[in-house]
């Protein structure tokens, strides 16, 4: 079913466009959370949010690309799934080595005034990622959004694990470089 159709089924309410979602996007949402929770349970769980999620969110909103709103919803609950289950024991997983790697480029904060900085931190990302080669950004994308391991980005573009650890510190240090001009210091 085409991405529009199964966006109506959602304005008109019809739970096909639950199942139709599942059919056409489980496994893709299911690898997204997957990268981020490494554990089934909280997988399905996460899966089970995302589709009630976009239930919510359908109407109002119509996606552009239900897959990347699919992605989004699927990675915000997975992300704050992990956030709530380190909080009960700090512990060293791929998710928050990944995130520890990104806080040498970006502070967070806690305020409205810095959520509405981090939002336009975002769009300075997107333009960020935009302008770099097109493999670059793909590693950018596999690592930092979709929570890919080096090893697996390395298979898919036949690269060593190093070798993916190298490309991602010098996009990391453009990117710390590029924050700084744009008035963001961490």
């Keep these: 079913m085409r991405d529009d159709e199964i966006i109506s089924l ?3 309410r019809d739970e096909k466009a639950l199942a139709e979602t599942e059919e056409k996007y489980g496994a893709y949402c ?3 959370a997957e990268n981020i929770l490494r554990n089934s349970e909280d997988v399905e769980e996460c899966i089970n949010s995302a589709w009630l999620g976009a239930w919510n969110a359908i109407p109002p909103n119509t996606p552009k690309n239900l897959k990347i709103f699919l992605a989004k919803i ?3 609950i997975a992300l704050n799934k992990l956030k709530a289950k380190t909080a009960e024991k700090r512990g060293g997983d791929e998710s928050c080595a990944i995130l520890d790697e990104l806080s040498e480029c970006i502070s967070s904060g806690e305020s409205i005034e810095e959520g509405f900085v981090a939002k336009e931190l975002g769009e300075s990302i997107n ?4 302008r770099l080669p097109k493999r670059e950004r793909n590693i950018f994308i596999r690592r930092y959004f979709f929570m890919e391991t080096a090893e697996t980005i390395g298979e898919r573009y036949a690269l060593s694990a190093n070798n993916v650890a190298v490309i991602l510190h010098r996009i990391r240090k453009k990117l710390k470089n590029h924050l700084e001009k744009e008035g963001y210091t961490p």
Excluded: H, K, P
């Design 127 to 130: 333009r960020f990622a935009a």
């Design 10 to 12: 959602y304005f008109e």
């Design 30 to 32: 299911r690898a997204v």
């Design 74 to 76: 699927t990675r915000n």
